[in-house]
């Protein structure tokens, strides 16, 4: 419902620019609807909806993107185990434009300058198919933990996240093929998920995002190489961060250096950006800019400007050209991790013939893609790729990320699930196997990949209980995860491990 400590009429200053200001009220005063995009790398779109319509779900494919869908308002996909298995990501049917108007391409090199939460930096991920390298900028580094979770949840190993200050990022020999630049604004798009905002926004914020939004803009002119294509892009509806930042952008660096593309918008509905605004006349190339409103598809507001650079901008300058590489000298022990934890599993070879592995952090190994560059020191790189291999203890220990990667392909420890068993997995709770289902495992104690219809849901460890003497199996799901898991999510009654030992 409409914040009732805003005015009467929400964001009354943009009366006059709405074709249809009844309906746009209307549309801010109902729920938002639940959209999800399938993650190709683990499902297919098919699969996907069936498994979510047999447990009850009313998809409606989104027209206009493959492989999403729409659902009612208050469906909880996210507390499934689809959701937890990486199958499926959520994200607001209109946020899905940007990345669509950017058209990234296997191979490429992309920059997605403000990054978190990570939902556009998983569809460029996926876009890309896992080739190339996509570069994950997030100034707070407070928030790069959830951007981390969505990569690693999906199993994108081909995007480096960095901690840097995008308007500052030193240095311009980083040449990108394509720069994403979601900036921070005032989030006027925003009050369908979140009712508790303001309906009207104080100009002074807007004029302070407005000078944030160009400076980006300003360094992703320098970042961006020659022919390549960059994507401005808020969800709000202030003229003076959308279009008058577009316009600084153009004034600042001319048509023979950045130039605004006609490029085909795939969303049904929508306006053109404003050719006026309090008087002030704007360009007409203006128009090829893009606005969503939110009664046009009954989604959240939207504003996207593509960019193609065409020519060099005068404050470019050549600088070092060093990579950075987090212990390069340690790769080759690292590709050992990494081979020896596919070869426990039984993983076919070829899983390799496009991974490549290195050390970091918390004696980690990361897997990345062979295309994957990393990024300039200036960007302050976290992370590269996924944390795939735990180098302490007694035994191999897979991350939670990489038993998603490998279970769909082991053959050979790896333990099926029913439906039951898999609801206790995802409560962090023991499981009892059922005979048999260790047939394929090695004897006595250690960890083992857990599968559910063909898909990872997670790593488990065997354990030989000390008071019976009869074998259980651990669960390792993340314990973050385990308290956001609906009780009967599967659609399964609880069961309880056995109190006794066994016959």
Known sequence: MINELSTMEPFPRYKHIIDDYARFCEALDSPLPLAIWTNPQRISP?????????????????????????????????????????????????????????????????????????????????????????????????????????????????????????????????????????????????????????????????????????????????????????????????????????????????????RLVDVEVPIPRYSSGLSEWDGHGFCEEMTKTVRVWPHQNDTGGFFVAVFEKVGEV???????????????????????????????????????????????????????????????EAFSVKELGVRFVHKEGKHLRLTHPGALMLAPFATRNVVTLNAEELQLFLERRSLYPRFNALANCAAGTGYVLMRHQGVGVGLGSVRVD?????????????????YRVSPGSTGSRRVSPPRSKPD
């Not at 190339?132 to 707070?140: I, K, Q, R, S, Y």
């Not at 921070?184 to 939004?213: I, M, V, Y």
């Not at 000298?329 to 596919?342: T, W």
């Open 46 to 258: 098919r699969r996907l909806a069936a498994l979510l319509r047999g447990a009850g779900f009313d998809l409606k494919a989104v027209p206009w993107y493959p492989g999403a869908y729409r659902l009612p308002v208050g469906s909880r996909v996210g507390k499934r185990w689809e959701y937890f298995a990486g199958l499926c990501h959520i994200q607001e049917e209109a946020a899905l434009l940007p990345v669509k108007m950017l058209d990234p391409r296997p191979g490429e090199y992309v920059l997605d300058m403000c990054a978190s939460p990570g939902n556009k930096t998983a569809q460029i991920a996926s876009a890309m198919k896992g080739n190339g390298t996509v570069v994950a900028n997030e100034l707070n580094s407070r928030r790069l933990p959830q951007l981390r979770q969505n990569c690693e949840r999906l199993g994108y190993s081909n995007v480096a996240l960095c901690n840097a200050n995008g308007t500052n990022i030193p240095g311009h020999s980083t040449r990108f093929d394509r720069i994403l630049v979601d900036a921070p604004c005032s989030c006027e798009g925003t009050t369908r998920k979140a009712p508790n905002l303001p309906l009207a926004t104080d100009h002074r914020f807007t004029w302070r995002q407005h000078k944030l939004q160009c400076a980006l803009m300003f360094k992703a002119a320098q970042l961006c190489k020659v022919g390549g294509r960059i994507v401005y892009a808020t969800c709000t509806y202030a003229p003076e961060e959308n279009e008058m930042v577009v316009e600084s952008v153009l004034n600042r660096y001319g048509s023979d250096c950045l």
């Open 314 to 376: 005068a404050d470019y300058e050549e600088c070092r050209k060093a990579l950075s590489n987090p212990d390069i000298d340690g790769a080759e022990d690292a590709q050992r991790y990494g081979v020896e934890a596919v070869e426990r599993f039984g993983v076919p070879p070829n899983f390799l013939g496009n991974a490549s592995f290195m050390h970091g952090r918390s004696k980690q190994i990361y897997m990345t893609t062979c295309s994957h560059s990393p990024p300039e």
């Open 466 to 482: 000390p008071e019976f003497g009869f074998t259980r199996i651990r669960s390792n799901f993340p314990k973050a995860w385990a």
